[in-house]
């Protein structure tokens, strides 16, 4: 009786004292813990993409807001200028700093006066065109416009800038008034009042605020606030506020809505399933308590040692806990069995390596560079350890020592695998679904990279951005360097340098800045010295005298323009102000902190002028480069091939540790067959669903990789270490628990839950059950003498597969070197007149999808006709289209894009730029190795030695709106032929990539060579 009583006080005790640290620990993490959504813990410390973005966030680019007020129908025009001046006053938040919504009431003597700043500006271009127009013809032209000017409706305010500047010499500088302008791709007037849109319907106010995009909580506070004023907007008017920072508070609301009702839903599942599954035992609860404190106890610590903790590695508390708790599993179903000591026993080895392996996976995240794998990785790591811990050493105690009591178990699965006759059958069974995996993710698996499936903000965000862009944003987007020094002067000198060696490599009419209106002071006492040794007396007089001739045959009164004169003839000084250029012009170019002057130079975003630039730019020079094409490509790829740098790793250390664990080569091919299968399943599931396999994917895959070995290391211990237990019933169920965690976790509304969820559930399904049947089956024929022989090269057959798969290179990266396949010297001539047809594999980028299909293509230079039709799976036509004569018949059949017609005729138009016209006339200019042919906006790129055409690009307006690269070329039907070709397009998300596989000419033996 005294014994009993002492247990029980001790077991109070015990749960007390456990209440209380649990307590505690709670509220030590709610006190601490802080969570972000931040999507540069998503990339690499040491990656473009990461400076690009920490520069963005330092200029404060992506902290601007565009408010925007349109009138309802029906509105007067003058409403919106109104409603503007009641808003603005009332957009006060502390986050806000400057408002710019137009140029205001400013004076507009500045642009009456340009001229004035001639001397300063007088480079030997701009004396060159000075002195055409104080020629005498270009005298007598200026006064004549100047009266054909005043005698129209127009002219009747052209007076005064007729008198101050009778010769229009201002109108010197105003080209590189409208280069500067180009800068910003608005449609508005810059120096209007308010910015009003092309229909005079729409009004934009451009607010800039000192928060960051990864400033969730101030977003959230300074969105609302503007939201709330626009709510009290006239009736007649409407507004919204489009930002980055609308995704940034979206997201962050997105991840915590889903982080608490998954958290939800995993607690009340798990305790269902045990609860039902062990027969209503109470202590089974036991086993959800072990990960549930782990996980708490990790995320505890993490938050002690983190500033914030990024809010999807919180989000997968319940894929984490489905993983954490198999262990407590098998040490619960080991204590209810009838010898639960030898089975502890049995037990602690297996479980070991198992667990060993999970951490070493997780491990490769804590060397990843990249706060969030990291931080992911600690978290699972610390979370997985002490789940262990927990089950080894506290669950037994908790669960009691009599033996037997819970015996009964639910389920029995001593069916499988057992007989020869059914072993034969389940591996039959597992060989074609390999098979038919293999086929399916073949002909319809696809990667994307794009950094959007980060991104969990709501479809009419995007919609609404969409929408907004469409109507104010016209023409390209820009890049921007920005250059910094410590004082104006230095500024100015070191932004002329870059300037001279920016404009060479870009050309003059690309890059965009004021250092053509804002000399150094150097360059300005040169300027004035060439303008002084030009306007000599002499000169002067004989400019007087011609204008005043000019004048009286006009009618204008001399005498008007006396104080013009008076600018020519007094000499300039080298003590000259800058100030004629009021603030609102140049504040988008030049700019002072509190740490550094700063200068921003403006290029057309693309890839091409962001490699020139960068030689150019460095820590060395103060100069950096902010490219959003850049940021979009870079962060993707570089996430992507880390992830797959990870994949690889994990499989040779996963396989290394299992061949540590079993210490045979064969039983360790056998353990290995979950991971295989469960990635070969991923990969057709996605192929059937037609979902591109994208960055959260491959983060998945890489838990998957580490988690399905455990299934795998379990069996073999019971199939050939004389395991005396069956594990079977346990794992099923600690499959089940991880597939219900991922299962969970496909309904958050968040795409990098989604993905990680459905990779885990689908990749751990296949995993268990290859495990308790494939395995069981393999042990059984070895058993029976089946032939271990065979049975090796069937292991081996799978894994030279997936070995082979791995190794292949991605269709959506075409290496720029061999041009060709082997060292051979041809003629090249590209068919002008002889039909062909092409079997290729053919892939279409298009706004995010990617769309791969089999491609028998027929071309007929001579009509020209091109016919298209494109498989998928056999049978399965996706795509067809004709091209004769300009016009276009086509049929799409892709669920994606059938309803956007402008798909199969964009793909028709490329197709006749990738098939024809590719052997234009005309000179070609030789550069080094590779020579050029100019027609119109085309450009063709041919090797110098060869003759091969390398590339055609169509350039409009410098910037170039596609390119067609060729490469790999083979000899093929008596001819050269490329083996792969890749468009590119100036619209981000779309390409075009072909395969040749078969080339044959029509009605005839042999084409041109």
């Given at each position: 009786?005294?014994?009993?009583?002492?247990?029980?006080?001790?077991?109070?005790?015990?749960?007390?004292?456990?209440?209380?640290?649990?307590?505690?620990?709670?509220?030590?993490?709610?006190?601490?813990?802080?969570?972000?959504?931040?999507?540069?813990?998503?990339?690499?410390?040491?990656?473009?993409?990461?400076?690009?973005?920490?520069?963005?966030?330092?200029?404060?680019?992506?902290?601007?807001?565009?408010?925007?007020?349109?009138?309802?129908?029906?509105?007067?025009?003058?409403?919106?200028?109104?409603?503007?001046?009641?808003?603005?006053?009332?957009?006060?938040?502390?986050?806000?700093?400057?408002?710019?919504?137009?140029?205001?009431?400013?004076?507009?003597?500045?642009?009456?006066?340009?001229?004035?700043?001639?001397?300063?500006?007088?480079?030997?271009?701009?004396?060159?065109?000075?002195?055409?127009?104080?020629?005498?013809?270009?005298?007598?032209?200026?006064?004549?416009?100047?009266?054909?000017?005043?005698?129209?409706?127009?002219?009747?305010?052209?007076?005064?800038?007729?008198?101050?500047?009778?010769?229009?010499?201002?109108?010197?500088?105003?080209?590189?008034?409208?280069?500067?302008?180009?800068?910003?791709?608005?449609?508005?007037?810059?120096?209007?009042?308010?910015?009003?849109?092309?229909?005079?319907?729409?009004?934009?106010?451009?607010?800039?605020?000192?928060?960051?995009?990864?400033?969730?909580?101030?977003?959230?506070?300074?969105?609302?606030?503007?939201?709330?004023?626009?709510?009290?907007?006239?009736?007649?008017?409407?507004?919204?506020?489009?930002?980055?920072?609308?995704?940034?508070?979206?997201?962050?609301?997105?991840?915590?809505?889903?982080?608490?009702?998954?958290?939800?839903?995993?607690?009340?599942?798990?305790?269902?399933?045990?609860?039902?599954?062990?027969?209503?035992?109470?202590?089974?609860?036991?086993?959800?308590?072990?990960?549930?404190?782990?996980?708490?106890?990790?995320?505890?610590?993490?938050?002690?040692?983190?500033?914030?903790?990024?809010?999807?590695?919180?989000?997968?508390?319940?894929?984490?806990?489905?993983?954490?708790?198999?262990?407590?599993?098998?040490?619960?179903?080991?204590?209810?069995?009838?010898?639960?000591?030898?089975?502890?026993?049995?037990?602690?080895?297996?479980?070991?390596?198992?667990?060993?392996?999970?951490?070493?996976?997780?491990?490769?995240?804590?060397?990843?560079?990249?706060?969030?794998?990291?931080?992911?990785?600690?978290?699972?790591?610390?979370?997985?350890?002490?789940?262990?811990?927990?089950?080894?050493?506290?669950?037994?105690?908790?669960?009691?020592?009599?033996?037997?009591?819970?015996?009964?178990?639910?389920?029995n699965f001593s069916f499988l695998g057992i007989s020869p006759k059914n072993a034969?059958?389940?591996?039959?069974?597992?060989?074609?679904?390999?098979?038919?995996?293999?086929?399916?993710?073949?002909?319809?698996?696809?990667?994307?990279?794009?950094?959007?499936?980060?991104?969990?903000?709501?479809?009419?965000?995007?919609?609404?951005?969409?929408?907004?862009?469409?109507?104010?944003?016209?023409?390209?987007?820009?890049?921007?360097?920005?250059?910094?020094?410590?004082?104006?002067?230095?500024?100015?000198?070191?932004?002329?340098?870059?300037?001279?060696?920016?404009?060479?490599?870009?050309?003059?009419?690309?890059?965009?800045?004021?250092?053509?209106?804002?000399?150094?002071?150097?360059?300005?006492?040169?300027?004035?010295?060439?303008?002084?040794?030009?306007?000599?007396?002499?000169?002067?007089?004989?400019?007087?005298?011609?204008?005043?001739?000019?004048?009286?045959?006009?009618?204008?009164?001399?005498?008007?323009?006396?104080?013009?004169?008076?600018?020519?003839?007094?000499?300039?000084?080298?003590?000259?102000?800058?100030?004629?250029?009021?603030?609102?012009?140049?504040?988008?170019?030049?700019?002072?902190?509190?740490?550094?002057?700063?200068?921003?130079?403006?290029?057309?975003?693309?890839?091409?002028?962001?490699?020139k630039l960068k030689p150019l730019c460095g820590p060395a020079t103060n100069i950096?480069?902010?490219?959003?094409?850049?940021?979009?490509?870079?962060?993707?790829?570089?996430?992507?091939?880390?992830?797959?740098?990870?994949?690889?790793?994990?499989?040779?250390?996963?396989?290394?540790?299992?061949?540590?664990?079993?210490?045979?080569?064969?039983?360790?091919?056998?353990?290995?067959?979950?991971?295989?299968?469960?990635?070969?399943?991923?990969?057709?599931?996605?192929?059937?669903?037609?979902?591109?396999?994208?960055?959260?994917?491959?983060?998945?895959?890489?838990?998957?990789?580490?988690?399905?070995?455990?299934?795998?290391?379990?069996?073999?211990?019971?199939?050939?270490?004389?395991?005396?237990?069956?594990?079977?019933?346990?794992?099923?169920?600690?499959?089940?628990?991880?597939?219900?965690?991922?299962?969970?976790?496909?309904?958050?509304?968040?795409?990098?839950?989604?993905?990680?969820?459905?990779?885990?559930?689908?990749?751990?399904?296949?995993?268990?059950?290859?495990?308790?049947?494939?395995?069981?089956?393999?042990?059984?024929?070895?058993?029976?003498?089946?032939?271990?022989?065979?049975?090796?090269?069937?292991?081996?057959?799978?894994?030279?597969?997936?070995?082979?798969?791995?190794?292949?290179?991605?269709?959506?990266?075409?290496?720029?070197?061999?041009?060709?396949?082997?060292?051979?010297?041809?003629?090249?001539?590209?068919?002008?007149?002889?039909?062909?047809?092409?079997?290729?594999?053919?892939?279409?980028?298009?706004?995010?999808?990617?769309?791969?299909?089999?491609?028998?293509?027929?071309?007929?230079?001579?009509?020209?006709?091109?016919?298209?039709?494109?498989?998928?799976?056999?049978?399965?036509?996706?795509?067809?289209?004709?091209?004769?004569?300009?016009?276009?018949?086509?049929?799409?059949?892709?669920?994606?894009?059938?309803?956007?017609?402008?798909?199969?005729?964009?793909?028709?138009?490329?197709?006749?730029?990738?098939?024809?016209?590719?052997?234009?006339?005309?000179?070609?200019v030789r550069e080094g190795g590779v020579e050029s042919v100019v027609l119109g906006?085309?450009?063709?790129?041919?090797?110098?030695?060869?003759?091969?055409?390398?590339?055609?690009?169509?350039?409009?307006?410098?910037?170039?709106?596609?390119?067609?690269?060729?490469?790999?070329?083979?000899?093929?039907?008596?001819?050269?032929?490329?083996?792969?070709?890749?468009?590119?397009?100036?619209?981000?998300?779309?390409?075009?990539?072909?395969?040749?596989?078969?080339?044959?000419?029509?009605?005839?033996?042999?084409?041109?060579?």
């Open positions: 009786m005294d014994q009993r009583r002492e247990r029980l006080l001790f077991w109070a005790a015990l749960t007390g004292l456990a209440a209380i640290v649990g307590i505690c620990t709670i509220l030590l993490f709610f006190s601490h813990a802080k969570f972000s959504s931040d999507i540069s813990s998503m990339l690499p410390k040491d990656s473009d993409a990461r400076r690009i973005l920490g520069a963005m966030q330092a200029e404060r680019l992506t902290g601007k807001i565009a408010i925007e007020l349109r009138l309802k129908d029906g509105a007067a025009p003058n409403l919106l200028s109104a409603a503007a001046d009641e808003l603005v006053p009332r957009l006060k938040h502390p986050a806000i700093g400057k408002i710019v919504c137009g140029a205001g009431t400013c004076d507009t003597a500045w642009l009456r006066d340009l001229y004035l700043a001639l001397p300063a500006l007088a480079d030997q271009e701009l004396m060159q065109e000075l002195e055409r127009r104080l020629s005498p013809e270009g005298i007598r032209d200026a006064m004549r416009k100047n009266f054909v000017l005043l005698s129209t409706p127009g002219g009747l305010g052209a007076s005064e800038f007729i008198a101050s500047d009778p010769l229009g010499l201002r109108q010197l500088l105003l080209p590189r008034l409208s280069q500067m302008s180009k800068a910003f791709n608005y449609r508005f007037d810059p120096l209007g009042r308010y910015f009003i849109g092309p229909d005079g319907r729409r009004l934009l106010i451009l607010c800039e605020t000192n928060l960051s995009m990864t400033d969730s909580a101030g977003a959230r506070s300074l969105l609302d606030c503007i939201d709330k004023e626009l709510g009290s907007l006239p009736p007649q008017v409407s507004g919204r506020a489009v930002s980055v920072l609308r995704h940034a508070a979206a997201n962050e609301e997105v991840l915590m809505r889903d982080i608490w009702v998954l958290s939800f839903f995993a607690l009340g599942a798990f305790s269902v399933m045990y609860f039902f599954i062990y027969r209503m035992d109470a202590r089974s609860l036991f086993i959800l308590a072990v990960p549930s404190v782990a996980i708490l106890m990790s995320m505890t610590l993490l938050s002690l040692v983190m500033d914030s903790i990024p809010s999807f590695v919180f989000g997968l508390g319940g894929v984490i806990a489905g993983i954490a708790d198999d262990y407590a599993i098998h040490v619960y179903a080991a204590c209810r069995s009838r010898d639960s000591k030898e089975e502890m026993r049995e037990l602690i080895t297996p479980l070991c390596f198992c667990a060993l392996t999970t951490l070493a996976v997780f491990a490769l995240f804590l060397f990843s560079g990249v706060s969030g794998y990291a931080c992911l990785g600690a978290f699972a790591i610390l979370s997985i350890a002490f789940s262990l811990l927990l089950s080894l050493f506290v669950l037994p105690p908790l669960l009691g020592r009599k033996e037997g009591l819970f015996d009964d178990a639910l389920w034969k059958v389940t591996l039959v069974v597992w060989g074609v679904f390999m098979l038919a995996s293999l086929i399916i993710a073949a002909l319809g698996f696809s990667f994307s990279r794009s950094v959007k499936l980060l991104d969990g903000t709501p479809e009419s965000v995007f919609k609404q951005e969409a929408e907004f862009k469409s109507y104010w944003i016209d023409g390209e987007p820009k890049a921007l360097a920005v250059l910094r020094a410590p004082d104006r002067q230095e500024l100015l000198r070191s932004g002329e340098n870059f300037y001279r060696d920016a404009s060479s490599l870009l050309g003059a009419d690309k890059l965009i800045s004021a250092v053509p209106l804002l000399p150094s002071q150097e360059t300005v006492r040169k300027n004035i010295e060439r303008w002084n040794a030009a306007m000599t007396p002499e000169k002067v007089l004989l400019i007087r005298d011609e204008i005043f001739k000019r004048a009286k045959e006009n009618g204008f009164t001399p005498a008007a323009f006396v104080p013009f004169i008076e600018f020519l003839s007094r000499p300039a000084q080298t003590e000259t102000e800058d100030s004629i250029l009021p603030y609102f012009v140049i504040r988008e170019f030049i700019r002072q902190d509190a740490s550094a002057w700063k200068m921003y130079f403006f290029f057309p975003d693309t890839e091409e002028n962001y490699a950096g480069l902010i490219s959003y094409r850049k940021l979009e490509s870079d962060a993707g790829n570089e996430v992507f091939l880390r992830l797959g740098r990870y994949m690889i790793i994990a499989s040779a250390l996963i396989f290394l540790l299992t061949l540590a664990a079993l210490r045979s080569l064969s039983q360790t091919l056998l353990a290995m067959l979950p991971t295989m299968s469960s990635l070969l399943g991923i990969a057709a599931a996605f192929a059937i669903l037609r979902i591109p396999f994208g960055i959260p994917h491959c983060i998945a895959a890489v838990l998957v990789v580490g988690l399905s070995v455990y299934y795998g290391i379990f069996m073999a211990f019971c199939q050939f270490k004389g395991l005396k237990s069956d594990m079977t019933p346990s794992l099923v169920l600690a499959a089940l628990t991880t597939v219900v965690g991922g299962a969970i976790v496909i309904v958050a509304r968040h795409p990098i839950l989604f993905g990680l969820g459905i990779v885990i559930a689908i990749g751990i399904s296949v995993a268990c059950l290859v495990s308790i049947t494939v395995i069981p089956a393999i042990g059984s024929l070895i058993r029976s003498g089946g032939g271990a022989k065979k049975i090796f090269l069937l292991l081996a057959l799978p894994t030279v597969i997936f070995l082979h798969g791995c190794s292949t290179p991605l269709s959506e990266i075409v290496k720029d070197s061999p041009l060709c396949d082997a060292d051979f010297s041809a003629e090249y001539s590209p068919p002008e007149k002889n039909a062909y047809s092409v079997l290729a594999s053919l892939q279409i980028e298009f706004c995010g999808h990617v769309f791969p299909m089999l491609a028998m293509l027929e071309v007929n230079p001579a009509i020209p006709r091109i016919a298209l039709v494109g498989l998928q799976k056999p049978c399965i036509r996706l795509l067809e289209l004709v091209s004769e004569n300009g016009g276009i018949k086509a049929e799409c059949l892709i669920p994606q894009v059938e309803k956007k017609s402008e798909f199969a005729t964009r793909v028709a138009h490329d197709l006749e730029n990738i098939c024809l016209n590719l052997n234009p006339p005309g000179r070609r906006n085309i450009v063709w790129r041919f090797d110098a030695a060869s003759g091969l055409l390398l590339k055609k690009e169509c350039i409009e307006d410098g910037v170039c709106r596609w390119k067609i690269s060729f490469y790999r070329y083979r000899l093929d039907a008596c001819s050269t032929v490329p083996g792969e070709i890749l468009l590119e397009s100036f619209q981000p998300g779309y390409t075009i990539w072909i395969r040749v596989r078969d080339f044959k000419w029509l009605n005839q033996d042999c084409g041109k060579k």
